[in-house]
C-alpha cells in the first residue's frame, strides 16, 4: 500500500513561492496528482505527472506559475509554486493509485491521498 505525506505548505505574502513535496513509501508509479481544497469549495485538480515518462498537466489558472516534478531515486514529488495569489489559499493534497484517463484528473479516480498541507496566501 502506498503511503504519501506531504510538506512545504506555509504562509506566504502575494508574490511569493512555496515548493510542495510529496513523499511517497511503496511502489508508485504511473499519475501522481496534486489537489487542493479551499474552505466551502469542492476539491480541485491542480497538476499531475506521469511517473514514467514524465508527461505533466496542470489547472488553467496555475499554467506558467506551478511546476511538478519528480525525483525517482527518493520517490518523492515535488510542486514549485509562484507567483501566489491569494486564492492559491487552500489544502495541498497530493494523490496517486489512478484508474482514470490522462487529461481527466477526477479526486475519485486516485485511491492514495496524503493528509494534506495548509498553504495561506496573505494580499
Known amino acids: 500500500q502506498v503511503q504519501l505525506v506531504e510538506s512545504g505548505g506555509g504562509l506566504v505574502q502575494a508574490g511569493g513561492s512555496l515548493r510542495l513535496s510529496c513523499a511517497a513509501s511503496?511502489?508508485?508509479?504511473?499519475?501522481i496528482g496534486w489537489f487542493r481544497q479551499a474552505p466551502g469549495k469542492e476539491r480541485e485538480f491542480v497538476a499531475a505527472i506521469n511517473w514514467s515518462n514524465g508527461m505533466t498537466d496542470y489547472l488553467d489558472s496555475v499554467k506558467g506559475r506551478f511546476a511538478i516534478s519528480r525525483v525517482s531515486v527518493k520517490n518523492t514529488y515535488y510542486m514549485q509554486m509562484n507567483s501566489l495569489k491569494p486564492e492559491d489559499t487552500a489544502v495541498y493534497y497530493c494523490?496517486?493509485?489512478?484508474?482514470?484517463?490522462?487529461?481527466?484528473?477526477?479526486?475519485?479516480?486516485?485511491?492514495?491521498w496524503g493528509r494534506g498541507t495548509q498553504v495561506t496566501v496573505s494580499s
Open positions: 494523490a496517486t493509485s489512478f484508474s482514470g484517463q490522462w487529461g481527466i484528473f477526477k479526486s475519485a479516480d486516485f485511491a492514495s
Open positions: 511503496g511502489r508508485t508509479f504511473g499519475v
